[in-house]
């Protein structure tokens, strides 16, 4: 005694199939345009204009570092940096900034001030991580000139930062 009347259209599974795909396709679609809309790209520069005139100030810090000759090993490890001047280094023994540069995450950039010891070593204690991609960049108060490298740390042994 089976009777030939369907089931009705919301127990069945093909319909909610059909249903599901589109509903999640657009519940995605809106959840992306809240990111886009609402999100902010730390990577970007506001002003170009500004960014472009100031282009030849920095060529012009590092071909100083160049006329200096200006050559370094510089180690950094988790919780200090030392930079051991080879040639170039500063003759009153002021001291240096260290820029740290982080490739992607903005909010991780921070500087630490180097100070000379009675041997001539720069040195500062690091307080925060280091491991990943940087950009490094060494220069006096004044900034008349500028030495700066690509490197991925934590590193075992010491690089050489040079223009």
């Known amino acids: 005694m089976q009777s030939d009347i369907p089931n009705v259209w919301y ?11 589109p509903l999640t396709s657009m519940v995605l679609s809106f959840s992306m345009m809240y990111l ?7 990577l970007v520069i506001d002003d170009y204009y500004k ?10 810090k590092l071909q100083q570092a160049k006329v200096l000759n200006i050559l370094t090993k510089t180690q950094v490890s988790s919780d200090y940096v030392e930079v051991n001047f080879i040639n170039g280094a500063p003759d009153n023994g002021e001291a240096l ?3 740290f540069f982080h490739s992607t995450q903005k909010f991780k ?9 009675a041997n001539g070593m720069y040195r500062a204690p690091l ?13 006096p108060f004044d900034e008349n000139w500028k030495i700066q490298k ?9 690089f050489d930062l040079k223009p």
């Open 127 to 139: 307080k925060g991580e280091v491991s990943g991609k940087w950009q490094l960049s060494l220069h």
């Open 150 to 158: 690509v490197v991925s740390l934590p590193q075992a042994s010491p």
């Open 36 to 42: 886009a809309f609402n999100g902010k790209d730390s």
């Open 97 to 99: 900034t260290l820029d």
């Open 11 to 21: 127990k069945q599974f093909w319909p909610w199939f059909l249903i599901v795909v």
């Open 51 to 60: 960014e472009g005139r100031g282009i030849n100030l920095k060529i012009h």
């Open 109 to 117: 950039d921070f500087s630490v001030t180097l100070l000379r010891d």
